[in-house]
């Protein structure tokens, strides 16, 4: 357990020496950023719906579900690696400051709008819904986490606004960061999938539900 | 040593001390899990700061602690270290560690190895896993980091970790442990 002053001492004599011989230090550094991280904010959709785009390849494992995470700058990140349990992940951003609506339920008839065709052809959702079949679906947020399903949210209450983040993924996860800091009064972050597949979530900002595109939008404000 | 401080050692020789300090106890005791040659145990351990020394700079301290982010490189020397010939590494390397051990040394590096017999079977049996798996399973079970700093030190995300880590355990369960806990494999090291 203890380095007695022997080779210890004599490695960092010459380490020292390869640190003291070596040039000097540039003043810029190289930056590389580890991850593209493709937000959109303030798309401003004037009627209440959101777009929800996504990336994804498909991976609908059964291990951790979902992984939630502060940063030190306030923000959350979240990583879903399967949907499985919406209502922990729910409760995990919620207990994290993010007022958070989970719905993993693929519900085509609520889709309000065909969104360009859909994205990722190769990963059907399990809902039965082929394709641009599936759809944005939220639940009714706040205090009652009741998740209401309609088959088609009225499109017109006017909400303020919406952020939309693309969620991109990592090693078949859906990965991508909220910063509560940013919600205002009465937003509520939806968390949905169109196709009942990872490849396929999609989070949204809104005061209200958002309606979505029946598929993976373009991220066109 | 606070992370905004880690690029110094790359140029600060009183920097790296303190660096050096803080985690050569650390960085031998995760070589000699891994290999049970004192000598070789020595040159790892100088190359190990070396290649601290050189992945300095581009540090970033949202990478994490520098002890996670020391044991991410820690593992990469030693992975390339059975990768390839002995000679061949010493043939670049700037301080040759096992040049530096007087007997007393090598008795002590000994000691270690030998405390370390057990992990190092561990090790060896992590063979057949896939390397993903592997390098999370070792940095959590041999060198008792969590899944968050072993994610830190691989440079993957922490939930990845997770999922690993609970892969290569199912995986290992029946081959490692069944046997009332105790390896099949002997210690490696050539």
């Known amino acids: 357990m203890t380095a007695s ?42 009627a209440a719906a959101a777009a929800v785009a996504v990336v994804a390849t498909s991976n609908d494992g059964s291990h951790s579900a979902y992984a939630v995470q502060a940063q030190a700058d306030g923000a959350v990140s979240v990583s879903i690696h399967s949907l499985s349990d919406a209502e922990g992940l729910q409760r995990s951003l919620r207990s994290a400051g993010v007022p ?18 859909a994205a990722s052809p190769g990963t059907p959702g399990m809902g039965g819904t082929a394709e641009r079949g599936a759809t944005l679906r939220t639940g009714t947020a706040g205090s009652g986490p009741r998740l209401s399903q309609e088959g088609k949210p009225p499109p017109g209450d006017g909400q303020r606004r919406t952020t939309m983040s693309v969620v991109s993924t990592r090693g078949g996860d859906a990965t991508f960061t909220i910063d509560p800091g940013t919600l205002k009064p009465g937003d509520k972050v939806y968390i949905t999938t169109s196709t009942g597949a990872v490849s396929s979530i999609g989070m949204a900002i809104a005061a209200h539900k958002p309606t979505a595109a029946c598929a993976p939008a373009a991220p066109t404000p | 040593m606070e992370p905004d401080e880690l690029a110094r050692i790359a140029h600060d020789p009183a920097a790296f001390e303190a660096f050096y300090r803080e985690h050569v106890e650390a960085v ?82 000994q000691d270690r190895i030998d405390a370390e017999a057990r992990a190092r079977a561990v090790y060896a049996a992590l063979a057949g896993l896939p390397e993903g798996e592997r390098a999370v399973f070792e940095l ?8 968050a700093e072993a ?31 105790r390896p099949t494999t002997q210690p490696m090291e050539a």
């Open chain 1, 100 to 117: 958070a609506v989970v719905d993993y339920v693929p519900d085509a008839s609520a889709c309000a709008a065909p969104g360009p065709p």
């Open chain 2, 151 to 181: 994610a830190t030190a691989l440079g993957i995300r922490a939930v990845t970790a997770r999922v690993r880590l609970h892969r290569a355990r199912a995986s290992l369960r029946g081959q490692l442990f069944d046997d009332d806990a």
């Open chain 1, 5 to 46: 002053p022997r080779f210890e001492d004599r490695l960092l004599q010459q380490l020292r020496q390869v640190v003291a011989d070596r040039p000097a230090p540039r003043v810029a550094q190289r930056r590389r950023p580890r991850r593209t991280r493709l937000a959109l904010t303030g798309v401003g959709v004037a």
């Open chain 2, 28 to 109: 031998q005791r995760f070589v000699v899990r891994r290999v049970a040659d004192p000598h070789v145990a020595a040159d790892l351990t100088a190359d190990v700061f070396l290649a601290a020394i050189d992945a300095a700079p581009s540090y970033q301290s949202g990478r994490g602690v520098p002890a996670a982010w020391v044991f991410g490189i820690a593992r990469n020397v030693v992975s390339a270290e059975h990768r390839r010939s002995g000679r061949e590494r010493r043939a670049r390397a700037q301080v040759e560690g096992r040049r530096l051990l007087d007997p007393d040394d090598v008795a002590r590096m």
């Open chain 2, 140 to 147: 959590v079970a041999l060198d008792d980091l969590t899944p």
